[in-house]
């Protein structure tokens, strides 16, 4: 049940509910008109906080106040969530160290910013006769970045590249 279509007052359909009232006092297991009562004597609402729960547990509080508190708790969580994306970093099968070294550095930048990131490697014409050699580079390139991201995916065919995903050693 979606946090849309949230059971109060009338809407709640069962015949008994675990009731805790406005204090966040424990009144017990009773009858849902018997809490219907109890709510609409303090002027509040009968909220179904835990339908799944057997028997479900009711609140009584005010619902519009309720609702304005959730949604001011997920926008925070949204706000303090991490994204983490996928950067990719293009090898070629007979590169030089030098460029090695510089597209490592690259890799090592992206792995210190907490993202993931996609090694690939493209095998053009008759390049596909060396791919020993693209394993090589792939195996090389992993140990220069190994100090700061770990081997996700080894490296693996897709079509005419060798792709291989990295992530960050101690996530953020």
Known sequence: ???DKQQINGDIRAKEVRLIDENGD???VMGIR???AIAEEAN?????VSPNAEPPVCKILDFGKYRYELQKKD???KKNQKTMQVKEVRLSTFIEEHDVNVKANTAIKFL?????????LR???RERDYTAKGFDVMNSFAELV???GIIDKKPKFEGRSLTMFLSPKNSK
């Open 146 to 148: 190994s100090e700061y």
């Open 26 to 28: 424990m009144r017990g």
């Open 44 to 48: 509040l609402d009968l909220v179904n």
């Open 34 to 36: 018997e809490a219907l």
């Open 1 to 3: 049940m979606s946090k």
């Open 112 to 120: 210190k910013d907490g993202d993931k990131v996609k090694v690939s």
């Open 75 to 77: 926008k925070m969580a």
């Open 123 to 125: 095998f053009r014409g």
